[in-house]
DNA sequence: TCGATCATGCACCCATTCTGCATCATTATC
DNA sequence: GATAATGATGCAGAATGGGTGCATGATCGA
């Protein structure tokens, strides 16, 4: 919303609504009061000459009307993205506020580091990092609070590839290695299968998490039924079940082992290697920005070396 | 500008200072004072980032990225007026406020008779007319003051056709009539031709106006050079002439003769009726909006009645 | 019935932005 | 070359718009 924003701000308050559908959320997606935000709709119904909302038990709903306008604005704001893109490519000039947002590891492991070499390369951008989930991401770029999230695909109820409003471009695919005590028979080896690893205990996520279901999916692809014994909600916590040798567990190669000790990491060999694919989503439009291409490319650089340095400054 | 303008107002001030090239009579045609523009144009390449502007002499000028952002832009307005149409018209509304503006004449017998229309259909409209020549028509729609503009074709610095910012509708062909003393030796014909009158002599316009090319224009297409007798400004100075007996003049069919005695108006016959063509000018985007559409339908029907009518009321 | 959740109105306050005037730079005129 | 005219801009002051915080009202769940 700081950012250099030639549509109304009112409107993109109402897109906001569209996503979060109370006014209390919008509020707190867009940083302004409750009060100030159902002032805001009002007054664009009264410039407007139309009926965009009508009451719904205890809160409002968009009419008709609202539903078209929000609709419609899409395009609206991706001509006006587009615009300003290729404004800012033709003058050679960058924005003056840059705000990134995305998921825990990616934004110790991606995002700080992207955040440190535009410091360089750009002293005069003001550059934001917000941590926050994939759904919250996509919120807060329709709120205009950041420019560029990264997130990991399939894991937000917003489907990327058909949503108008934004568009992305794959990182990196995030393969999974295993992580096992340093004393486990395996641990010496360079690779191993996971049909090597079916009589292990696991330590895997809650059920019903993301990466559950990540989990599952990969012994589903090579037919075998793991044998879950720990279950954890932090990776820190995962790690260090293994560290005690409770038993065996996946770790995405972004996830960073950390300072822990008694673990060891190890690329997984054979068929159906799982992985995650991680992307990068912006504002439908704003893709050929100067400062988002830029930005593109470091995260690119950097995660490829994530992937090929960190098995080896393990070990 | 007083309309639900969803683009910042100050991408507005920067199209029309676009158009005119100075501070000042953008700030005439805005309607903010010279120092208001100024400081809005300051602020927009601050929020912006870019450098829009550049001094030239003692004025200031477009740098290439401005151009490239008011050409941009106009897809962008574009974009706007057709969501602004199409919400209302789904939602059955009109807007709060309608500009009008027209030529003289226009302004006068299709604008005015417009405006009742209007007061009576949707009292809840406020509806303001303006009288303003083509180009300045044209310079009012960009700043936003008025919505919709009666035009001569041909008759402004603006292609109408071409450029990306406008769309037309053709409302009339406006047919010249000739007028003569009532007690012409003509004057009791139904029609005439201009072969007929070839030697009469003959009251015009003042060389270089645009109704004088349109005199000459008509006699030379039936190959006869008039012989021109008196030049008037003004249509009532000409009919006030030609009822003086000082000699016989064009008229355009939509201009009255008003309360003047002893001047008939005759239709032309034969080959090369001229005539002017009338059109109605909208920006780009507009034109399926509900109030739109309704006054062009408006203005239609009360052309056609004022063509097949004048002649019969007045003779 | 009571509490929780939402939206909204109101009083107040701060920031943005406009106006009017003065000033400065540049160009035209005599 | 002096002087007037034109055009842009900076500054002080004022007004308007828009924001916050709190109180209120309405609806739903327990």
Redo the contacts with the bound molecule.
Sequence with gaps: MQNGCMID?RLTTLRVFARTG???ATAELT??????V??????LQRVLGMQL?T?D????RLTATGRFLVTGSDALMTEWERLRAAALQAGDQVQSHFGLGGFSTAAAQLLAPLAAALRTSRPQVEVQVLEANPDRCFDLLVAERIDLAVIVAMQSQTYVEEDPRFEQTTLLNDPLDVILPSDHRLASRATVTLEELATEPWITEAPGSTYHSLFTAAFTAVGVTPRIAHEAVEWETQIAFVGAGMGVGLLPRLAPLGSTENVTRLRISGQGQPSRRIVAAVRKGSISSPLIKESLGILQRRAKRILTERLEDEV
């Design positions: 701000p109370t006014v209390g940083g302004y009061s409750p009060s100030a159902s002032a805001q709709l009002r007054e909302l009451k038990g205890r809160g409002v």
